[in-house]
């Protein structure tokens, strides 16, 4: 017997999300994906393009914000499980303006929390009753940046302290803490996964990846931050995804679990290899002043996933980068159509 889900997926237009709805769709052809969105300048309809017309997926321009509609859709929807992507992700954004990273990742989420809290029973004794429902499964999509910066050696495990350095990762971190607190409280069943920089299609301009290839095929400027020597821990966007179902489906409530591809690079490295691949002149790149604040290093110690869940990542890095520049450059016109960023950036 096949089981019927219903999954709210937040954030589901932006990068990582739009792959998620897509993953889930071909991969769990018995589950129902409701996306709400808010549509901010991270958010695409055009990534969506090839599920519109999916009789299992509807979409709901909705902000997290708002509270008595995030009620309203659990009730209509009959929500069992949430997959909460929707943020604001961008560090440099939260260096100009930190308030929106504060409402939407931290409230947003406590909104949501609270939806999933009231269409849930505490009492197991429920369990027999006719109302009965079992528990909204909540999962929030965080990040390794959470933990801080690491030094010349060393990983993050689930178990270190929570030291974000930026408005970005310090919202992250505060939404993680909130999260945790509805579990041991509520008794919510929650998962919290916190994943490496993510790269692939559909990824907005504004970062590392994307803006390079975009600024490399148009012959521009390729501005990296100080001496581009930050190390970080990159993994396929479609990796995550099925990271992310294999939490969906085995994780332990209450866990955190981290989410890393073992694929350590400096942002350097990967702008040569970019210019590269494209053929292009390194003179194209152009050292320009750090990020304040700037972690030096991330690294993700995946072990957790892999070994209790079961998860490895399916790409190499060597491939998945091949794949992506391949794929931006067949798809110039959905890169055309985004506003496109002006800065270094890494996510
Ligand atoms: P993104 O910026 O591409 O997409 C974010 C989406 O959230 C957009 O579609 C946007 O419209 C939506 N959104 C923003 N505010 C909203 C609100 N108030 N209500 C409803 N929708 C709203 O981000 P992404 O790169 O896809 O990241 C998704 C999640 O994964 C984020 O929570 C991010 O912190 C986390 N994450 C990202 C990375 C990465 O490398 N990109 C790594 C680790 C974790």
Redesign the pocket.
Known sequence: VLTMKFILV?????????NFVKTMLYKHPNYKIIN?????????PENLQAISDNHNYSFIK?????RQRMDELFLTCNIDTVV???????VDRSIEEPE?FL???VI?TQVLLDAAKKHWKMNPSDKYSKEYKPGVKFIQ?????VYGALGETGMFVETMPLMPNSP?SAS?ASADLIVRAYHETFGIPVNIT??????GPY??PE?LIPLMINNCLKEKELPVYGDGMQVRDW?H?SD?CTAIDAVLHKGKDGEVYNIGGNNEKTNIEIVKLIVNTLGKSEDLIKNVKDRPGHDRRYAIDNTKITTQLGWEPAYTFEQGIKETIAWYIENTEWLESIASGDYARE?
Do not use: M, P
């Open positions: 937040t954030g589901g237009a932006g990068f990582i999300g739009s709400v969105d808010a549509l901010t300048y991270a958010g695409n909705a902000d997290i914000r708002d909460n992507f929707a943020a604001e992700s961008h929106v409402t939407t990742n947003g999509v965080s990040t390794d940046e970005y992250k916190r994943c490496s920089n993510n790269y990824q907005f970062k993994l966007v995550h996510g």
